[in-house]
C-alpha cells in the first residue's frame, strides 16, 4: 500500500509549490538508520513513525537496504507500474515519501545512512565544502582536494580520516546487539578511506 499518512505531512510541510522543508523528526530520511536500529535490536524509538510499517511487525532478524542513490518519490512514481520490483513494495509492504535533508547531497545522505547521523551532527553536507582543519576546500567521499581529479589526494596532508568524518556508525551500534551488518558497496569506493571510516562494524 501507499503511505497516505506520510503523503499528508508531506504535503502540510510544503512552504509553497517549490519548496518543503524537512521532517527530520518523523518522515525525513534522516530516521532509516534509527528505524533499521530499531527493527533488529527493539531499542530505543523507532525513528519512522508506524504508519511505514502499516500491519507488518516492528521487529525482524533480517533487515536489507538497498540504498539507491538520487531515486527520489518522483521516480517511484513514475516507475512502480513498470517494474515488478518496485509493485511488491505496494502490494506486499508499504511505501512511504519521505522528505530529503537539508542540503539534499549524496555526501550528506550517504555519511547519515551508515552512521546515524543526521547531516547537522556529522559534518559531512556537499559534493565540495571548506574543511577548517585543512584550511581548504574538500572532496570528501573522494578524499581529495575539490578539483582533484584523483581519489585520496589529502592523503599527502597526514591528516586521517577519522578526524574528517563521523567515527560512530551504525553497523558499530548494532554489534553491540550481536547483529552483523554488511554493506555491498562498488569497488571503486568500498574500500576508501570515507567508506573504511563510515562502514566500520560492517
Not at 158 to 172: A, C, D, K, N, V
Request: charged share 15%; glycine share 8%.
Amino acid at each position: 500500500m501507499i503511505n497516505s499518512d506520510s503523503l499528508k505531512a508531506i504535503e502540510n510541510a510544503r512552504l509553497n509549490d517549490n519548496i518543503g522543508k524537512p521532517l527530520y523528526d518523523s518522515y525525513c530520511f534522516s530516521q532509516i538508520p534509527q528505524m533499521i536500529y530499531h527493527l533488529l535490536t527493539g531499542q530505543g524509538n523507532m525513528g519512522l513513525p508506524r504508519s511505514v510499517l502499516g500491519e507488518l511487525p516492528d521487529r525482524y532478524d533480517k533487515v536489507i537496504l538497498i540504498f539507491v542513490d538520487a531515486f527520489g518519490w518522483r521516480f517511484f512514481q513514475d516507475y512502480v507500474e513498470q517494474s515488478e520490483f518496485l509493485k511488491r513494495f505496494v502490494v506486499e509492504g508499504v511505501a512511504s515519501k519521505l522528505t530529503t535533508q537539508f542540503p539534499s547531497t549524496t555526501a550528506a545522505h550517504v555519511t547519515t545512512i551508515h552512521s546515524g547521523l543526521p547531516v547537522g551532527e556529522s559534518g559531512v553536507f556537499h559534493w565540495f565544502y571548506y574543511e577548517p582543519l585543512l584550511d581548504d576546500i574538500i572532496a570528501p567521499l573522494m578524499f581529495s582536494f575539490a578539483g582533484d581529479k584523483q581519489r585520496g589526494t589529502l592523503q599527502t596532508t597526514g591528516i586521517s580520516e577519522q578526524s574528517l568524518f563521523p567515527t560512530q556508525t551504525l553497523y558499530q551500534k548494532l554489534q553491540q546487539y550481536g547483529v552483523k551488518s554488511y554493506c555491498f558497496q562498488h569497488y571503486n569506493y568500498a574500500y576508501s578511506p570515507f567508506s573504511r571510516v563510515v562502514c566500520d562494524g560492517a
